[in-house]
Antibody, heavy 117, light 112 residues
Framework: EVQLVESGGGLVQPGRSMKLSCAAS????????MAWVRQAPTKGLEWVAT????????YYRDSVKGRFTISRDNAKSTLYLQMNSLRSEDTATYYC??????????WGQGVMVTVSS | DIVMTQGALPNPVPSGESASITCQSS???????????LNWYLQRPGQSPQLLIY???TRASGVSDRFSGSGSGTDFTLKISSVEAEDVGVYYC?????????FGSGTKLEIK
């Protein structure tokens, strides 16, 4: 069974950093691109970033470019999202999902990130 | 960016009736390879989103055949025949023709 388990969320002050992790199992992680999608409280889904299967290509939405970094460790079957200079508008549940070119399936259970002083 | 616009449903929908959710894209999602880069997801209350339909009309594994997707290059429909209680949630369309990937704002389905 494919499983994606996010961790690393919590409360963080504006301007600080946080790193999310997503542990993958049940499939050959190194064969798939991966993505992060977020959902602000009571809002819709918003794509954040995508990384290719080998980490050679990355894509970001404009609002996080230069602040967020998506990366992966294929030896550990783990996806990461390093988030710097966090803003209140980054407050959301962050989902890890398999899908290098946009066909997103499956999704993890999500991890909440709250940016507040 | 490609803007995805979803229509609303006349909630609540009586159990056993059919429901159609519309989605419109600001740019054709029909690629030169003949595929349409449009997906549908369902987010049940308190759960993560799940893939229902990909390439506009292909059902994901395990998805009931009550769900069907159709459309053209810019106008799409997700039809749910004979809605059931388990269909309650928010439905999202999403384009993956180009980055940034974009979603519609969601369409809520309630059952009577």
């Amino acid at each position: 069974e494919v499983q994606l388990v996010e961790s690393g969320g919590g409360l963080v002050q504006p301007g600080r950093s946080m790193k999310l992790s997503c542990a993958a199992s049940g499939f050959t992680f190194s064969n798939y691109g991966m993505a992060w999608v977020r959902q602000a409280p009571t809002k819709g889904l918003e794509w954040v970033a995508t990384i290719s299967y080998d980490g050679s290509s990355t894509y970001y939405r404009d609002s996080v470019k230069g602040r967020f970094t998506i990366s992966r460790d294929n030896a550990k079957s783990t996806l990461y999202l390093q988030m710097n200079s966090l803003r209140s508008e980054d407050t959301a549940t962050y989902y890890c999902t398999r899908g290098g070119f946009g066909l997103l399936h499956p999704w993890g259970q999500g991890v909440m990130v709250t940016v507040s002083s | 960016d490609i803007v995805m616009t979803q229509g609303a449903l006349p909630n609540p929908v009586p159990s056993g009736e059919s429901a159609s959710i519309t989605c419109q894209s600001s740019k054709s999602l029909l690629h030169s390879n003949g595929k349409t880069y449009l997906n549908w997801y369902l987010q049940r209350p308190g759960q993560s989103p799940q893939l229902l339909i990909y390439w506009m009309s292909t059902r994901a594994s395990g998805v009931s055949d009550r769900f069907s997707g159709s459309g053209s290059g810019t106008d799409f429909t997700l039809k749910i025949s004979s809605v059931e209680a388990e269909d309650v949630g928010v439905y999202y369309c999403q384009q993956f023709l180009e980055y940034p990937l974009t979603f519609g704002s969601g369409t809520k389905l309630e059952i009577k």
